[in-house]
Structure formats: C-alpha cells, structure tokens
C-alpha cells in the first residue's frame, strides 16, 4: 500500500519562502509524473507544477519564475521550493504521483500567506 506523506506548509508572509516536500513510503513504485496541485477555498482544484521522470517540467503561469519543483527519484520524493510568495498561493496543496495505470494523492498541506 502506497501512501504520499507530505510536509512543509504553515503560515508565512508575503514575500517569504516555503519548501514543500512529499515521499511515497509503503512501497516500491515507478513514478511517471509529480506533481503538486492547490485548491484554494472556493475554487477548483489546478495544477500548479509538474515534473517528469527524464526532469521536463511545466509550470502554472502564476508561479512561473517564484515557484521550483524538483524531484529525487531514488527517494520517490518530489520538492515544491516556493519563494515571493504571495497571499494569492493561500491554498491547500496536494502532490500527485503518476505510476500509469496508478495515480496517488497527498493529505494536503496548508499554505498561508499573510499579508
């Protein structure tokens, strides 16, 4: 049974920086795509960035440039480095794991952005 643990979320300020991380432990999975969504109160769940296994990324217009995420693929972990952050990125965010046919979610973490 595989399950995503993430960490990292909490309360910052404008302008601060956040590093969310996520690990699948349970078990040993080959991992296509990660990624990291954010629902925020409201509004629709949206992809905010994305990683391949080979490294190719792609980015939500809003965080392009702020946002930076990045994996380990013997850790089966992937990292979301967020910086300038703004109260906008207020949101939960969920890290997602593609293991075709398999797909994985997170618990959800709490980002706040304080003005």
């Known amino acids: 049974q595989v399950t995503l643990v993430e960490s990292g979320g909490g309360l910052v300020q404008a302008g601060g920086s956040l590093r969310l991380s996520c690990a699948a432990v349970?078990?040993?999975?080959?991992?296509?795509?990660m990624g990291w969504y954010r629902q925020a109160p409201g509004k629709q769940r949206e992809l905010v960035a994305a990683i391949t296994r080979g490294g190719s990324t792609n980015y939500v217009d809003s965080v392009k440039g702020r946002f930076t995420i990045s994996r380990d693929n013997a850790k089966n972990t992937v990292f979301l480095q967020m910086n300038s952050l703004k109260q906008d990125d207020t949101a939960v965010y969920y890290c997602?794991?593609?293991?075709?046919?398999?797909?994985?979610w997170g618990q959800g973490t709490q980002v706040t952005v304080s003005s």
């Open positions: 349970g078990g040993v999975i080959s991992i296509d795509v």
């Open positions: 997602n794991f593609n293991a075709f046919p398999l797909n994985f």
